[in-house]
Nanobody, 120 residues
């Protein structure tokens, strides 16, 4: 089994920054892509950013230029640096990892979520 543990959420004012972390642990060969998703009340979960094992990144248009995703493969950890936060960034942020758990078997895992609230 693989576990993803997120940390770093909180309450900040508009324009401030937060850094989220997602640490993966458990039985796995390697981690393929990792990503961050978010879900605001009454809305569907949406992609925020993804990063491949080779560090190729992809961002939602709404966060381009403000958020930066990165990863440390040695620590099995992904990060999301969020700058210039806006009230509309308020949501529960979830970490996702596509993990190689067998010779030819990959599986998606999700963290429990961390709340980010941007409010004055």
């Amino acid at each position: 089994q693989v576990q993803l543990v997120e940390s770093g959420g909180g309450l900040v004012q508009p324009g401030e920054s937060l850094r989220l972390s997602c640490a993966a642990s458990g039985n796995m060969f390697s981690i393929n892509a990792m990503g961050w998703y978010r879900q605001a009340p009454g809305q569907e979960r949406e992609l925020v950013a993804t990063i491949g094992r080779g560090s190729t990144t992809n961002y939602a248009d709404s966060v381009k230029g403000r958020f930066t995703i990165s990863r440390d493969n040695a620590k099995n950890t992904a990060y999301l640096q969020m700058n210039s936060l806006k009230p509309e960034d308020t949501a529960v942020y979830y970490c996702n990892a596509n993990v190689r758990i067998g010779a030819i078997l990959n599986k998606d895992y999700w963290g429990q979520g961390t709340q980010v609230t941007v409010s004055s």
